[in-house]
């Protein structure tokens, strides 16, 4: 009867333990996903003055920056811009942002930025000869939210490699536009 009581609450202590370690596992990766939203969000914040001003100065005119030379100033610009995107697009891509996060604060202006220099992105993926150029950014953007496109239509789909194509609607529709 004592072997029995004492297998009983071996048992019983063995079941506590196993579920107090399930609980903890479970709040480890809440924490863990809260503390990285928190590190997008501030990551975000503290880059964004920067991306609003290399934004603004970039011209939207696609007879502009298409025909803008290398080394000419709106190359500059639309060249930083464009690898600040595809660097946040990386992280994001490999968990180290977080890409809901990402989707509801700039989630359009990555979509926007893809649809407005898109015939940019295939010049520079032929003059370079690389297919990779902005391939981070093309990768998140096709995993967004899709939202209404404000604009006018894109000209040029980029699919990614066996992926399909970009979706066909972008806009800053419920953040940064």
């Known amino acids: 009867m004592y072997q029995l009581l004492a297998a009983t609450a071996q048992s019983l202590t063995l079941v506590v333990t196993a579920v107090a370690l399930i609980r903890l596992f479970v709040e480890s990766k809440r924490e863990n996903r809260r503390q990285g939203q928190r590190n997008t969000v501030t990551f975000i914040t503290s880059t964004i003055q920067r991306q609003h001003e290399m934004y603004e100065r970039i011209y939207r005119d696609k007879s502009v920056f298409q025909d803008a030379a290398d080394g000419s100033d709106q190359h500059y610009l639309l060249t930083s811009y464009m690898s600040y995107l595809e660097y946040l697009s990386a992280a994001v891509n490999m968990g ?3 890409k ?23 010049r520079q993926r032929d003059d370079l000869r690389n297919d990779a150029v902005y391939r981070e950014l093309q990768q998140l953007v096709l995993k967004l939210k899709p939202r209404v496109y404000s604009g006018t239509a894109p000209q040029a789909h980029i699919p990614a490699s066996g992926e399909g194509q970009a979706p066909t609607s972008a806009s800053g529709e419920g953040d940064d536009s």
């Open 96 to 98: 180290v942002l977080d």
């Open 100 to 122: 809901d996060v990402v989707d509801k604060m700039i989630g359009g202006r990555l979509i926007r930025a893809w649809y407005d220099f898109d015939e940019w992105i295939v």
